[in-house]
């Protein structure tokens, strides 16, 4: 069994930072990619990073320059580190991540529980 748990958000006033951690746990043999996305009230979720298992990382044009994924590989974690947020960064950050629980099973993708980011004044 995997599990991703999510944790960091809260409630931030604009132009303020945060930083955002998901936890992989269980029985693991390999992570490969991992992803945050985040769903804003009433719109669909939205892709907003990626690192993949050399750490290579791609973002959103909308966070480009202000947030930063990370992943530590021994930890079994990544992290989103978000800066100069605005109330448009409003919404509930999920984690996403391909997990290979054993060498010889196919890797599958998993979900966190998401954790909620408010940007207000």
């Known amino acids: 069994q995997v599990q991703l748990v999510e944790s960091g958000g809260g409630l931030v006033q604009p132009g303020r930072s945060l930083r955002l951690s998901c936890a992989a746990s269980?029985?693991?043999?390999?992570?490969?990619?991992m992803y945050w996305y985040r769903q804003a009230p009433g719109k669909q979720r939205e892709w907003v990073a990626s690192i993949n298992s050399v750490g290579s990382t791609i973002h959103a044009d909308s966070v480009k320059g202000r947030f930063t994924i990370s992943r530590d590989t021994a930890k079994n974690t990544a992290f989103l580190q978000m800066n100069s947020l605005k109330p448009e960064d409003t919404g509930l950050y999920f984690c996403?991540?391909?997990?290979?629980?054993?060498?010889?099973?196919?890797?599958?993708?998993?979900w966190g529980q998401g954790t909620q980011v408010t940007v207000s004044s």
């Open positions: 996403n991540a391909v997990i290979q629980s054993s060498r010889f099973v196919t890797p599958a993708s998993y």
């Open positions: 269980g029985t693991i043999f390999s992570i490969n990619n």
